[in-house]
């Protein structure tokens, strides 16, 4: 019997039989598992092809350091080869050959086979437009000549038990029956009720998606299982400790907190009423607690009873910024991962956030990273973007592992505007067909059920809400008086400056919150001229230095010693401080609000003093949404001069910031569909439905309508997106003795691309910067690399200071680290 080798240490059979048991495993959190076997016996149908095995052979003998190649004259240098044999076609083309006639058999035959014929490079367009034009590349793919596809060779030499699981299942008359009653859920519950609505389509492509990244997690797992088998049993493959463990792990910390004050009064009412909520039935709901009332642990205490109540699998939480991702998870790994159970260290808690050697981490963790397999992670909104809507496949991969979880979004006020439809079409389909629970934690809920339902709309009402009395559980929280100090034309930046300074003499300490890096520099400086002790807070400074300075910071607060903070938005979320008085320079309502939380934080009876200020000069050119958010803000604040009663006599609460988000969505609202230049206006959200501009311009170009039903331009909207307009490139910083250390080894170690833990602990010392800063600083030969050949640079020392942190011009001397040698 001729045996066919999928990989090098892997017979063919071996690994279609591997994947598909995944696939199906995996798929079957949605009742979709016969769907997921079809796809892993069919992925590789391809490899069956004499031209396949030909090329994997000799790879095989090439990376043999014994081998000779002049002593085998049927060897044939596969250099070059890799990935250009297609070996994913044959399986879609077989499957639509052979299975049924009918609309629905047409219908999973296309998701299936998009689903086979991406499974190495994304999901590819049904529809594709290019300066060429316009045409039905799904159709075109399928269509593939058979001498390069090899679909009739590998038909007659496929192992036959494989062929005959194959078969069998496409001749299983109820092959349909779970695919059409989920088409059926899909359309049931859209605004339209219409299959060809854009909602409708949008969720029948996230089901593509959701099957796809099936595929994907199986196959890369087998095949990286069988050319390291030592390291697959590691993997947990959901085998984790139980959720009553780690309940009674939380409940133990629970037992030590003391009640100190009201605000504790509340924080612990709080927390009740999320554990009083956790035997609802799954779905989407709000957790709406004033900033500073303890909605982590008392969000966690929910999510881990609602996860054992409803045997769901894992717990996620997703947080805008890693900064939260490092003070939460951490606060959450004591005490889940306590250290009298060392056995358990590293695999309940899992991070996972993008950064400068992100995909250079220790291999037990990029074991669980890769696909999400801990039962409570922590990762970013853009990770979770990627997951759902990201290019190629590595996010994708882990797109199934939010299916029956329970999904947490911590600071959801910070979700991208131009996300906000493609992100509610995903939450009810997650919610809606997938099994989730889906909580949404934030002092300032957008309103993302009241947007337009036609693009998509969270189905929320007040039973989703956790907490039975919003505007009582504010009005006891409140602890600040906010004072609108607005005026005209604006205050100058030495006001400013003077303002905080006198806050401090009042009452001892002041935070500034600004929008811009350069108005935190500029007040610094002034601020700086008085005599107190001022400290400034940015992303221009690296992690490491941030961390050290807050707990400077926090140490001085506590030492009741005078102190003025300069900080950028970052201080706003999650940031766990507590000044006596802050400064917010005028922007959206919810970020002063945020803010306002930073302020008399644990309730001292003494009421804090928040001051929102207007600048004189400010430039948001680039930053649209602080520009509309503070547009809108002053609107909503003239509002309240006239009818404060009609707001609860409250600046920042619920009944002002609903208003506020009503006119900052109704602005915004042609902008939540994620606009794009595709070779024309259009937007991901049409591109990722019904995709109307590319059909119309088939349609004009071919006088007849494409023959499929899906017609999305997956790809294009793939390499579109981006979750956030973030900066690309890192560099690093050679911080205190550490940071040059880090920076030394780096220069020094051998094959540095494997030098996980170095580059791990490199993000703590790694600033990143917009396109044009890196090329800024490249042309001053400002950065180096730490060795040739590698894309990890670090900064010179005369562009950061100890105080301010990144700079493109050079930093006085005394501010500046001084230089090492670099070995």
């Known amino acids: 019997m001729t045996s066919y080798i999928a990989h090098s240490n892997q017979e063919l059979f071996e690994h279609l039989d591997g994947v598909a048991d995944l696939a199906k495993k995996h798929a079957q959190k949605i009742g979709m598992g016969i769907y997921g076997e079809l796809l892993g016996l069919l992925h590789d ?15 095989i003998k090439k990376n043999d350091p014994d081998f000779n190649p002049d002593e085998d004259e049927d060897f044939e240098d596969p ?94 008359k109820s092959l349909t029956k779970s695919f059409e009653e989920k088409c059926r859920g899909i359309v049931r519950v859209s605004p339209e009720r219409k299959p060809t609505s854009t909602v409708a389509q949008f969720q029948m492509g996230l089901l593509v998606r959701f099957l796809f990244s099936v595929l994907i997690d199986a196959d890369r797992q087998d095949t990286a299982d069988s050319e390291k088998s030592n390291k697959a049993r590691h993997r947990q ?44 039935a799954k779905g989407l709901f709000t957790l709406t607690v004033p900033t500073g009332g303890g909605k982590t642990l008392a969000s966690l205490r929910f999510a881990l009873r609602h996860a054992k109540e409803h045997d769901l699998d894992r717990i996620i939480y997703i947080v805008p910024f890693t900064t939260i991702i490092d003070q939460n998870a951490q606060s959450v790994r004591e005490i889940l991962e306590p250290e009298k159970f060392p056995d358990d260290a590293g695999k309940i808690v899992l991070e996972h956030h993008a950064n400068i050697g992100a995909d250079a981490q220790t291999w037990k963790e990029k074991l669980l990273t890769e696909n999400w397999d801990a039962p409570v992670v922590y990762t970013t909104m853009v990770q979770f973007l990627e997951a759902l809507f990201g290019a190629g496949t590595r996010g994708a991969r882990r797109m199934h592992q939010l299916a029956n979880a329970v999904i947490v979004f911590d600071e959801i006020q910070t979700l991208p505007i131009k996300c906000v439809h493609l992100f509610n079409n995903a939450i009810n389909f997650l919610v809606d067909h997938c099994g989730s629970t889906v909580v949404l934690c934030t002092a300032t809920q957008p309103l993302l059920g009241s947007v ?22 504010f009005t006891d929280l409140k602890r600040v008086h906010v004072h609108d100090c607005r005026k005209s034309p604006g205050w100058t930046y030495s006001e400013i400056a003077a303002l905080a300074v006198d806050q401090v003499k009042q009452s ?49 607060l506590s030492d009741k010693e005078p102190t003025i903070c300069i900080s950028t938005q970052l201080i706003e979320a999650g940031v766990d401080i507590d000044f006596r008085s802050v400064v ?39 930053l649209k949404d602080i520009a509309v958010g503070k547009e809108k803000s002053v609107r909503v604040l003239d509002d309240y001069k006239t009818e404060p009663l009609k707001y609860d006599c409250d600046r920042i609460g619920p009944k002002l910031l609903d208003w506020y988000y009503q006119n900052y969505f109704y602005d915004r609202k042609d902008f939540m569909d994620y606009p794009v230049n595709a070779g024309r206006n259009d937007t991901l959200l049409n591109l990722l439905s019904t995709n109307h501009l590319a059909v119309d311009e088939f349609g004009r170009a071919n006088k007849t309508m494409p023959d499929i039903v899906l017609k999305q331009s997956f790809m294009m909207a793939a390499k579109l997106f981006r979750s956030i307009d973030a900066p690309s490139r890192s560099v690093l910083i050679r911080y205190g003795k550490e940071g040059n250390e880090l920076v030394c080894q780096l220069c020094s170690a051998f094959e540095v691309e494997k030098q996980y833990a170095l580059i791990k602990k490199a993000q703590q010392y790694s600033v990143n910067l917009f396109p044009y800063e890196f090329e800024e600083l490249s042309k001053k030969e400002s950065l180096y690399r730490v060795q040739e050949g590698t894309e990890i640079f670090y900064l010179d020392n005369a562009h950061y200071s100890k105080i301010t942190g990144l700079s493109l011009e050079p930093v006085n001397r005394e501010e500046q680290f001084k230089d090492e040698n670099i070995a």
């Open 452 to 473: 337009d339902e036609i693009k998509g709309a969270l189905r929320l009402s007040k039973e989703n809400e956790l907490m039975p009395e919003i505007g009582k559980l």
């Open 584 to 622: 917010r320079m005028l922007a959206g309502l919810d970020s002063i609000a945020q803010a306002a939380g930073r302020c008399n934080r644990n309730g001292s009876p003494e009421f804090g003093n928040v001051f929102i200020v207007n600048p004189i000069e400010e430039s948001l050119d680039y």
């Open 508 to 556: 001892g300490n002041c935070l500034v919150v600004v929008n811009t890096k350069k108005a935190a520099r500029l007040i610094f400086e002034e601020a700086n001229k008085e005599g107190y002790e001022v400290f400034h807070l940015s992303t221009g400074m690296c992690p490491a230095h941030r961390k050290q300075t807050l707990k400077t910071i926090r140490q001085r």
């Open 79 to 172: 250099t070059g080869k890799k990935g250009k044999i297609d070996h994913s076609t044959a399986g879609a083309q077989y499957l639509s050959s052979n299975i049924g006639t009918s609309n629905a058999h047409k219908i999973l035959s296309q998701v299936l086979s998009l689903c086979l014929v991406s499974h190495h490079s994304g999901l590819i367009n049904c529809i594709t437009t290019d300066s060429t034009g316009t045409w039905d590349s799904y159709s075109k793919r399928l269509r593939k000549e058979d001498r390069k596809t090899h679909r009739e060779e590998c038909s007659r030499k496929v192992d036959r038990h494989i062929l005959g699981k194959i078969n069998s299942i496409l001749s299983d």
């Open 237 to 280: 493959q959901g085998d984790y400790s139980p959720w009553s463990i780690l309940i009674e792990r939380l409940e133990n910390k629970y037992e030590t907190f003391e009640i100190k004050n009201r605000v504790d009064e509340i924080r612990e009412e709080v927390s009740e009423n999320c554990l009083l909520a956790t035997s609802r």
């Open 45 to 59: 149908f391809g490899k069956y092809s004499e031209e396949f095995q030909e090329y994997i052979e000799n790879a």
